[in-house]
């Protein structure tokens, strides 16, 4: 590592974590300004606001990094490079004999390297708190019951009509299991459910229930023809892959983007329904780091240069060709639901722009 290199990630870190905090401030604010009405309907105390206001941003700043990483670097490493080009280093770099794109070689460094920190908060800590990414704003400690209809639970589907998620407890539950047919063959119903957690259930868990019955239907032989007859008896018990946690999580509609990929790859073979949509999160997750260093090297070019220039003008155009960029990835992943090419909407904008950066860089003139 060079006295240049040493340089450059000094100030690009610099740079970072200014950036990193504004971005993030700002996004906090302004979605506390158009949602404060939400913290505050139901007419708790201050502090009990505020404590739900620290709850609730606390949690998804993780989801609004996750978000934003790729532009806070993209940001950090322009100025970094805008503030060597106006103070004229870059061009005492050229006199020394150094390249600019020897130049460029710690920015993309740092660049992989901010890409870990997305990797893990996606990976690791998202996951851990996706029952928390799915609370809305008006219940941002779980303490609100809500109605659970038709949760897909392996084989039989879970409903109920009050869950309350921060003690774990469902109110009038009814499971339906079914054959491998997909026909009902059982019933259980229930007053109360409360979850207990042990690593002697395969599932992970099971359901304690309260006032619970099982009902099956029987056919059986008569002379005068086959008569249907319904068997009662009563439970104690559910065993379940659904916690309250998963159950939570699966109340938002993109609760898959919350799971990391070894969920996304253990529930593609349990919820064969789900199959395009999990191979379309799991695209997404593998190519969204090549997403972000390719804004980088889309925005690289309008300022590594030695030449004087109009600083205002290049940072417009290196905002809309960069910005075209994360809407495509943006809109592509969010919007575009591809059944037979799951793999298209995420790799849509390194298909489109990946030449456009080759163009750009190969202009470069060192």
């Avoid at 806070?72 to 150094?98: H, K």
Wanted: charge should be positive; charged fraction near 20%.
């Amino acid at each position: 590592m060079t006295t240049l290199d040493r340089y450059l990630l000094r100030s690009l870190l610099v740079n970072y974590v200014i950036a990193l905090a504004i971005m993030m401030s700002l996004y906090m604010v302004l979605d506390l300004f158009f949602n404060v009405d939400e913290f505050t309907e139901s007419g708790e105390s201050l502090w009990t606001v505020c404590g739900n206001i620290v709850s609730y941003y606390g949690a998804h700043s993780c989801l609004y990094f996750s978000q934003l990483s790729g532009v806070i670097t993209l940001f950090a490493c322009m100025t970094t490079l805008a503030r060597m080009r106006r103070a004229n280093e870059l061009t005492a770099v050229l006199a020394s004999g150094v390249s600019l794109y020897r130049v460029a070689v710690p920015v993309l460094a740092f660049g992989v390297a901010t890409s870990l920190f997305w990797y893990v908060d996606t990976q690791v800590v998202m996951p851990r708190i996706a029952h928390l990414l799915a609370r809305s704003h008006d219940d941002a400690t779980g303490q609100r019951s809500r109605g659970v209809w038709f949760a897909n639970d392996g084989p039989a589907l879970l409903s109920a009509l009050r869950f309350f998620p921060a003690q774990g407890r469902m109110e009038k539950v009814l499971i339906l299991h079914r054959n491998e047919h997909g026909a009902v063959g059982t019933i259980t119903q229930a007053e109360e459910a409360v979850w207990e957690t042990s690593p002697a259930y395969s599932a992970g868990g099971i359901w304690r229930l309260r006032g619970g019955v099982e009902m099956r239907r029987v056919i059986g032989d008569d002379p005068l023809g086959p008569r249907d007859s319904v068997e009662r008896h009563r439970v104690t018990s559910y065993e379940s892959r659904l916690s309250p946690k998963a159950m939570e999580a699966r109340q938002f509609e993109q609760w898959l983007k919350y799971l990391s990929s070894w969920q996304l790859a253990s529930l593609d073979k349990q919820e064969p329904v789900l199959a395009d949509r999990i191979r379309q999160a799991r695209h997404v997750r593998f190519a969204t780091p090549f997403v972000h260093l390719l804004m980088l090297l889309l925005g690289l070019p309008f300022f590594l240069s030695r030449e004087p220039a109009n600083m205002v003008s290049d940072a417009g155009k290196c905002l809309a060709v960069c910005g075209l960029c994360y809407f495509l990835a943006y809109s592509s992943t969010h919007f575009v639901k591809a059944s037979t090419l799951p793999a298209l909407p995420a790799w849509l904008p390194l298909i489109v722009f990946a030449p456009v950066a080759v163009v750009l860089i190969d202009r470069i003139r060192t």
